[in-house]
């Protein structure tokens, strides 16, 4: 196998868009499939973060994440002899602005590439405009809109799993362990129907039950109101609540249950970039969450995990390490520096040297089959489906103990596998 420059990791890979080969490390510079020399100019690619709105700290590391990979990336001379640009744009957590930012990215900087939308109901808006520009959009997004048929050839979601394979994952052993009668609290827009939708199917399917929905509108700032909606059966309080009102979202919780709550299950959504040290959190202590990526480094931590915490400045805690109190969406942000890998791997297979090769990248993407634990892909290995353009990751369960987040389950890639619902690779380029 071979091993990356940066460190003992390997990766699997098309050696050409129609073969599989094994162990091809991105980072291992001096064996990449290059161009026979430099070429002029750059590789342009728009990144539409959300540096405002509800999403403004997601959007804020994802723009250190992505930065800090491409810093690697020039460093080991590019992507085929091109040095790579990164041309942030803010989109304002906001589908209109989304939609726009895509239009300026094809038309005024002409941008090979568009990757890092996170919330689902942008990536609902300026998903299908990027088809119709043909412009390769990849989004580090949870949304299950993608990879069920939703929208087109040219967007993907290679770095992050969507909720469909998370919650299908998880329904086992929350029905196993917490309670089968469930009431879900969830925002109201296309992220939390997702959930609301997969997880009722996948707790159904485990001999429990949603006993109760409760739709939350993304900018409510107080949730007093809501709770007595609570059915007195429910046996697990699920909740997903995105924006910045989570600390009032548990204060209220707690001041309705007291000591005499249900089991609680949430997405660490819900407390990306807060500290769980905050007082107002005390409430959640023996609580369980769902991560991606465990934000506290783990007893059996790996070389990859102390590696992408590095370059991108992160402690052991998840926080920025020159400012403990700046916590990271540590659950979220490797999606984006897994994507740029993934970028730099598929525009290497198609020998990509500018915006007239585009179909090529796009061929190049769909052959992609597995991703190896790396450097690369720190969260783990994962399985991609080039039909439906979605990766396929394990999950966590963490329990929240001592302000600490500690890992109690995690899944197979096989736990969250569906069967396809799309196969893009028919749609025309």
């Excluded at 990215?105 to 990536?123: P, Q, R, T, W």
């Excluded at 929208?151 to 929350?174: C, E, H």
């Excluded at 005390?282 to 991560?291: D, I, N, P």
């Amino acid at each position: 196998m071979t091993k990356s420059i940066f460190s003992g990791g390997s990766i699997t890979r098309r050696a050409t868009l129609q073969g599989l080969a094994a162990g091809a490390s991105l980072l291992a510079s001096p064996l990449v499939v290059r161009s026979a020399f430099a070429h002029e100019g750059k590789i342009k690619l728009g990144a539409p973060f959300h540096r405002t709105g509800i999403g403004a700290s997601y959007g804020r590391w994802y723009e250190r994440t992505a930065q800090a990979a491409l810093k690697l990336i020039n460093e080991g001379g590019g992507i085929n002899g091109h040095q790579v640009e990164m041309i942030v744009e803010d989109d304002g957590t906001d589908p209109k602005r989304g939609t726009e930012v895509i239009e300026k990215f094809a038309a005024e900087y002409k941008v090979d590439a568009v990757f890092g939308h996170l919330f689902s109901h942008v990536v609902a808006a300026a998903g299908p405009r990027a088809g119709e520009l043909k412009m390769p959009y990849l989004v580090c997004s949870e949304g299950h809109q993608l990879a069920g048929g939703g929208l087109n050839r040219y967007t993907f979601q290679p770095g992050i799993t969507d909720v469909k394979s998370q919650v299908s994952s998880m329904a086992p052993w929350i029905s196993k362990n917490l309670g089968k009668k469930v009431t879900m609290i969830f925002p109201d827009y296309a992220f939390g129907h997702d959930h609301r939708d997969y997880f009722s199917a996948a707790i159904k399917a485990q001999g429990g039950e949603v006993v109760g929905l409760i739709p939350i509108p993304p900018t409510e700032s107080s949730f007093t109101r809501y709770f007595p909606q609570i059915p007195a059966e429910t046996e697990v309080i699920y909740h997903v609540m995105v924006g910045p009102a989570v600390l009032t979202f548990v204060k209220e919780l707690g001041d309705h249950f007291g000591s005499q709550r249900p089991e609680i299950f949430g997405f660490i959504d819900s407390l990306e970039a807060v500290d769980l040290a905050t007082p107002q959190l005390q409430y959640l202590e023996g609580t369980y969450f769902w991560e991606a990526y465990p934000r506290y480094a783990q007893p059996k931590q790996t070389e990859f995990d102390k590696f992408f915490r590095e370059k991108v400045g992160v402690d052991a805690n998840g926080a920025s390490i020159s400012d403990p109190k700046d916590v990271s969406t540590y659950s979220h942000m490797f999606s984006v520096w897994e994507t740029l890998f993934v970028i730099k791997q598929a525009m290497e297979m198609a020998n990509y040297n500018g915006p007239e090769q585009k179909k090529d990248f796009i061929v190049a993407l769909e052959s992609l089959e597995k991703f190896g634990e790396s450097n690369e892909h720190p969260q783990g290995d994962k399985i991609f489906s080039g039909k439906t353009h979605q990766v396929f990751g394990k999950q966590n369960i963490s329990k929240v103990e001592a302000s600490k987040l500690n890992v109690v389950h995690t899944t197979s890639i096989e736990d969250g596998m569906y069967e396809p619902e799309v196969d893009y690779t028919k749609m025309e380029l």
